[in-house]
């Protein structure tokens, strides 16, 4: 069974600085790993996904995340965090090809950003 | 382009009620999927539906079930109501079945008194 773990459940970073999320899954096969964050009081947005290819990934928002199948890892970085980036990021794993758009989602990183 | 409308988005029920809940899709989109958000158990997969039929099914009890319209727009439905169910329930769509690109509406909260 595929799992997600997100081993971060907060996160205090000032604002300007750099910001690293971390992800490690479970997963039998090639995954298709997702980033999306969450705002308070909203839905989730998605930021990036990994299919195949490039394992340097760039998403909306300035964001970037790296593949790395040797240490089963798709971390989410951004060099330089905005007031606005404060939310709840999940990362989500998906057998795209055989389940549809079932995903299986970490416990979530809470960032908070300090001005 | 409207994105995926959730209604109501609060509402409250007591213990062994019935709640539905309603999601219309961006247009264009005829996969629908739900989850359901809890503190303690994070988000789960309820149910995938394409072109009005169940593509996939989570692990939750029968009580928990859904349905597509021809227009893509979805029901779930909650029978026999439990205090656990209360949960911020979100609807996704996607343009295609085998996308995991999801678009997320704000989500309907639940609260069972």
């Known amino acids: ?115 | 382009k409207a994105g995926v409308t959730q209604t109501p988005r609060y509402l409250i029920k007591t213990r062994g009620q019935q709640v539905t809940l309603s999601c219309s899709p961006i247009s264009g989109h005829r996969s629908v999927s739900w989850y359901q958000q809890t503190p303690g158990q994070g988000l789960q997969f309820l149910f995938e539906y394409f072109s009005e039929t169940q593509r996939n099914k989570g692990n939750f009890p029968g009580r928990f079930s859904g349905r597509q319209f021809s227009n893509s727009r979805s029901e779930m439905n909650v029978s026999t109501l439990e205090l656990g169910d209360s949960a911020l329930y979100l609807c996704a769509s996607s343009i295609g079945q085998n996308t995991g690109e999801l678009f997320f509406g704000e989500g309907s909260r639940l609260t069972v008194l």
């Not at chain 1, 606005?84 to 989602?105: I, P, Q």
């Open chain 1, 1 to 115: 069974a595929q799992s997600v773990t997100q081993p971060d459940i907060h996160i205090t970073v000032s604002e300007g600085a750099s910001l690293e999320l971390r992800c490690n899954y479970s997963y039998g096969a090639t995954p298709y790993l997702f980033w999306y964050v969450q705002s308070p009081g909203q839905g989730l947005q998605l930021l990036l996904k990994y299919f195949s290819g490039d394992t340097l990934v760039q998403g909306i928002k300035g964001f970037e995340a790296e593949f790395k199948r040797s240490q089963s890892s798709f971390n989410l970085r951004k060099p330089s965090v905005h007031w606005s980036d404060a939310a709840e990021y999940f990362c989500a794993v998906g057998a795209v090809r055989t389940a549809g758009n079932k995903l299986t989602f970490g416990g979530g990183t809470r960032v908070l950003v300090k001005p």
